[in-house]
């Protein structure tokens, strides 16, 4: 049996659609398979966590340019 660990962000529901995109298509191929999904930032302090999303935001909000640049990456 295969083993499978996906990480996802809670920036939005898009992280979470993918992440069940992903362990959609690798079921299709593994079927008893066994996965592990995890929030990475559930293992960061909160303070981090807080700081990387409130700058997600302001960036969204107030230089959305920016976002679409690093986007494009």
């Not at 979470?16 to 293992?43: P, W």
Request: glycine residues 6%; charged residues 20%; hydrophobic residues 40%.
């Amino acid at each position: 049996m295969a083993r499978f660990l996906l990480c996802h962000a809670p920036f939005g529901s898009g992280h979470t659609v993918a992440k069940e995109a992903v362990e959609e298509a690798i079921r299709k191929d593994h079927s008893e398979s066994e996965f592990l999904c995890i929030d990475i930032f559930s293992y960061l302090p909160g303070w981090i966590t807080h700081g990387i999303i409130n700058s997600y935001l302001w960036i969204l909000a107030h230089c959305p340019q920016l976002y679409r640049r690093a986007y494009r990456l």
